[in-house]
């Protein structure tokens, strides 16, 4: 297993952990002889600050829940935003008369999904590769082509998703196709994209894990892929059951289609709101260990 991380001269890797291939944790040795804990996770959503303008320093005073001018503030709000929008177009699929404005909003959450996909995406390409602050910092980029990291491949993947749905939802805006139309410009884009939900979800849960599965009720990060996760596997369950029956021109189960539809914008918004305080923390915690550095050196 190989790892991004490039390490200031006189540090040691001692150990490394992850799913697979993939290097997901570092045990590593101080100069002075202490041993630190390093997480991909943790240094990419504490760094994130780093690619932002300067006035995005931490600091004590700064509110959890009202940080616009940080970017992850910016990815939680719009992934909210795409999973209410499929959270209430689901309910009212199921309990109000069929109308073009559900589709709509449909359509409008999965626009809200890419955007947010896509700054999730800009946080993994343009995380820094040194270990500490005053390590030389790349050059922002738009796009990199990053296979070996697990949280790459898991944002890359994401993207694609939500691309997929953007192209079902747009579809289904329009009206009088046939059966196989639904089936070939609708149910499919829509169940890639539900696959793409499904093993990007899976990938982010083996980051934090650091294996492919583990239970950590205990800890936020965890507790947010993990409903990620769920709202994945309730997504491809509502794909399923919304395949059109030729026989029938009907889905297979639009109670089930609705209701997986439902829970899984809900799963997603409970863990984007939570992204929230997760940035807020990791950010405070790498501030703080950058002013313990300092201390320490003069």
């Known amino acids: 297993m ?8 006189g540090w040691r890797r001692i150990s490394t952990e992850g799913p697979g291939r993939f290097v997901t944790s570092e045990l590593l040795r101080r100069p002075d002889g202490t041993l630190v804990r390093w997480g991909s996770r943790s240094h990419r959503r504490g760094h994130a600050a780093a690619i932002a303008p300067a006035r995005s320093v931490v600091s004590g005073g700064e509110p959890v829940w009202w940080r616009p001018h940080h970017r992850d503030w910016w990815m939680s709000i719009l992934f909210c935003a795409g999973a209410l929008c499929f959270a209430v177009a689901a309910l009212a699929s199921q309990w109000a008369n069929p109308g073009a404005w559900i589709d709509a909003t449909f359509f409008v959450g999965s626009i809200m999904f890419t955007f947010a996909a896509y700054l999730q995406y800009l946080e993994t390409v343009n995380v820094e590769h040194g270990l500490t602050s005053d390590a030389h910092r790349q050059r922002w980029r738009p796009a990199s082509w990053e296979p070996r990291r697990v949280d790459w491949l898991a ?14 939802t747009f579809a289904a805006l329009r009206h009088g196709l046939s059966t196989h139309q639904i ?12 696959v793409c939900f499904l093993l990007s979800s899976e990938l982010a849960y083996a980051e934090v894990c650091h294996r492919w599965i583990c239970l950590r009720s205990r800890s936020l990060p965890w507790r947010i892929v993990a409903l990620d996760l769920l709202g994945s596997i309730a997504f491809g369950v509502a794909a399923i059951a919304s395949l059109v029956e030729p026989s029938s021109g009907l889905p297979v189960s639009a109670r089930i289609a609705n209701s997986g539809t439902a829970l899984g914008g809900v799963c997603f918004f409970l863990a984007a709101l939570a992204l929230m305080p997760e940035a807020a923390a990791e950010e405070q915690s790498a501030h703080d260990d950058d002013a313990h550095r300092a201390h320490v050196s003069s």
């Not at 944002?155 to 079902?168: D, R, V």
């Not at 089936?183 to 539900?194: I, Q």
């Open 155 to 168: 944002a890359i993947i994401q993207l694609i998703g939500t691309l997929f749905f953007n192209l079902s």
């Open 183 to 194: 089936n070939r410009r609708v149910w499919a884009p829509d169940v890639f994209g539900s």
């Open 2 to 9: 190989s790892s991004y991380l490039q390490l200031p001269p």
